[in-house]
């Protein structure tokens, strides 16, 4: 564990685009970072508190957003002004939520992603290592083990949910020289199992259903991510588990505690491990290290 | 009653669809053609957002017990009942006991079937649009087959309508095949030699083409894209970008563009260079596989200008109906 702490990053001036008539896109950064992130966070945040007539849908993501609205009411450039004058006046440290700390259990290596990996084996970069040996080879880790370890020793913040419904992406607490980072398949798979835990780029994504994917493929949960009909006690409220903001903590798992857990979800008595705490970035910049081990103490 | 004899090719209840839950990964679903589908609800006296039918292709044959009043708008199926052509764009009486057919489509892709007092489907998050990937919405969450019953709303109708009609100046032209789009998003990453490619393009509807996205083919779109040294997680490609979200109508770069329809991905990690203006998504959702399209950029205030004519087509054809 490094003392490390998380360095700042310095955005540009955000890119307002046209989304045709009715939407406004606005890149917040061409890369990822936290900063990006949180300020996309805050700003939507705060234009759903504000409650615009005409505002449609308000959608964060990694490092930019975007809104939908009805041109009859509010006017793109009225719209970009408002957003111009809010973007300014946004200070991220002292903007702080209250995110719901989940435990995530992970089989790594489980018997359905390998078998859909062996099967797209032509569309990757490597088609004699699985994923996992790939992204643990050109990240510099000496084992597949080595690499899980790292990927399950730190949390991540869900940073965005989209792609499908209930899908997020989950960026890791660690400064960016810890980051794991790896590329996307060549060619986009046409299947991917539902609950598989994939990365691609900086982001780990939880795919909540099955079918297309581009990220590769290292296990798969028991947990489920998304709760059509709500039957478990966790989606009272909504049928996505994690929103924008939360943190999850990846666990690795074998083989009997996964049947175990499925077991449970699927007689609709499972219980998922969580908490909430109140996020403070300037808390979480100075210190990620000993400001992680307290987040996952709150749900050990 | 209605009893489903042949469900069709992909027949799904749609409205105009599901908003506010975009930020969890959920589209709007809802018609995709969203011109044809008001009309066909004026014609009948219903609401512009009451369910429809959307049949795609090949429409379905249905067998009604009771009397009530239809119309059938967007792509011509060359609808019968019992066997009888009957007018399109046009309420339509039903008696009980007779059966609606439809054919292969000969222009379009997607016709529109109303009912008076609209589909009757429970109400997800305010809409009955279907949304298959996930099963949510519409009639079961999927689309119709074989032997499912639906049932109208509220049945009642004035004499009247019967005959109604759409004038032919309402009726849009599916073989038009010029897309307006504003370019923008991250229209930054093609150089201008790639930019006036894709705009000089005529790209041809692919085969996989359907209610989550239109995908094209034509040139290699990596040799349209400026090289760089890619930025922190946005991963290796070049068309790759640090995951954001997708308007409706975009134009996402994945291999081949693809312009990203109703039940589309909301979000990912390609480049998306443009967004069609909203009554030419409609105008889309009816170009048939193979067919080619080019696309057109213009600007913010021609494409306010764009939408307020289609606005004004359908609020003076509301008022004519009422």
């Known amino acids: 564990m490094t003392e490390t702490e998380i360095k700042r990053q310095q955005l540009p001036s955000p890119r307002y685009e046209y989304g045709g008539d009715d939407y406004v896109f606005v890149e917040l950064d061409e890369e990822m970072s936290f900063d990006a992130n949180f300020k996309a966070q805050a700003i939507t945040q705060e234009i759903r508190n504000r409650d615009l007539s005409g505002i449609i849908e308000v959608a964060p993501a990694n490092a930019s957003y975007l809104i939908q609205f009805d041109p009859k009411q509010l006017h793109a450039n009225a719209l970009i002004e408002e957003l111009q004058t809010l973007e300014s006046g946004i200070d991220i440290t002292d903007y702080q939520w209250d995110a719901t700390v989940y435990d995530i259990p992970i089989l790594y290596e489980d018997p359905w992603t390998h078998e859909t990996l062996m099967e797209f084996r032509e569309r990757h970069q490597d088609p004699d290592a699985t994923d996992l040996e790939y992204s643990a080879r050109i990240n510099g880790f000496e084992s597949v083990q080595s690499f899980i370890d790292h990927h399950t020793g730190a949390p991540h913040m869900v940073t965005m949910v989209g792609f499908v419904p209930g899908l997020p992406f989950c960026f890791q607490m660690r400064p960016r020289e810890e980051q794991i980072e790896v590329p996307k398949y060549e060619q986009p798979r046409t299947a991917t199992p539902s609950r598989a835990v994939g990365f691609g780029g900086a982001f780990t994504a939880i795919y909540p259903v099955q079918g297309a994917g581009g990220y590769q493929l290292y296990g798969r949960t028991p947990v489920e991510v998304l709760n059509v009909e709500q039957e478990l006690a966790d989606f009272d409220e909504s049928m996505v588990l994690p929103n924008p903001g939360d943190l999850l903590n990846f666990r690795q798992i074998d083989r009997d505690e996964y049947d175990a857990i499925r077991e449970e979800i699927e007689s609709g008595t499972y219980r998922y491990t969580k908490d909430t705490v109140e996020f403070q970035p300037h808390e979480f910049f100075k210190n990620p290290t000993r400001y992680n081990e307290r987040i996952v103490e709150v749900i050990s | ?322």
């Open chain 2, 1 to 322: 009653m209605i009893e489903v004899r042949e469900p069709g090719l992909m027949t799904t209840v749609q409205d105009t669809g599901r908003y506010g839950q975009y930020h969890i990964g959920m589209p709007p679903s809802g018609a995709m053609d969203q011109f044809a589908h008001k009309i066909a609800n004026y014609l009948v006296g219903n609401n512009e957002d009451a369910p429809t039918l959307e049949m795609t292709y090949q429409g379905a044959e249905l067998a009604f017990d009771e009397t009530t009043l239809i119309a059938v708008t967007g792509a011509d199926m060359s609808p019968t009942l019992d066997d009888e052509p009957i007018p399109t764009w046009t309420a339509v009486e039903v008696e009980a006991g007779q059966t609606l057919c439809f054919k292969f489509s000969q222009e379009g892709v997607r016709s529109y079937l109303s009912v008076a007092g609209g589909f009757d489907v429970p109400e997800i998050m305010d809409s009955s649009s279907t949304y298959t990937l996930i099963g949510l919405g519409g009639f079961e969450g999927r689309q119709l087959q074989t032997g499912d019953e639906l049932h109208c709303g509220d049945e009642t109708y004035e004499e009247d309508r019967i005959g109604s009609t759409a004038p032919n100046a309402h009726r849009p032209d599916y073989s038009q095949n010029d897309i307006r789009v504003i370019m923008g998003l991250c229209d930054y990453r093609l150089t201008d030699e790639g930019r006036k490619r894709f705009l000089n393009t005529e790209w041809k509807v692919s085969n996989e083409a359907d209610r989550v996205g239109y995908r094209f083919e034509g040139p290699d779109i990596t040799d349209m894209f400026e090289e760089r040294e890619q930025p922190f997680g946005a991963g290796t490609d070049v068309t790759n970008v640090v995951d954001l979200g997708y308007p409706i109508g975009s134009i996402q770069m994945a291999g081949q563009p693809i312009v990203l329809m109703r039940d589309a991905v909301t979000g990912g990690g390609y480049a998306t260079v443009g967004t069609l203006v909203s009554p030419d998504r409609s105008m889309l959702s009816q170009c048939r596989t193979h067919s080619g399209v080019t696309f057109e950029s213009i600007g913010i205030d021609e494409a306010l200008e764009i939408r307020e004519e289609r606005d004004d087509s359908l609020e003076s054809l509301r008022e004519k109906l009422r």
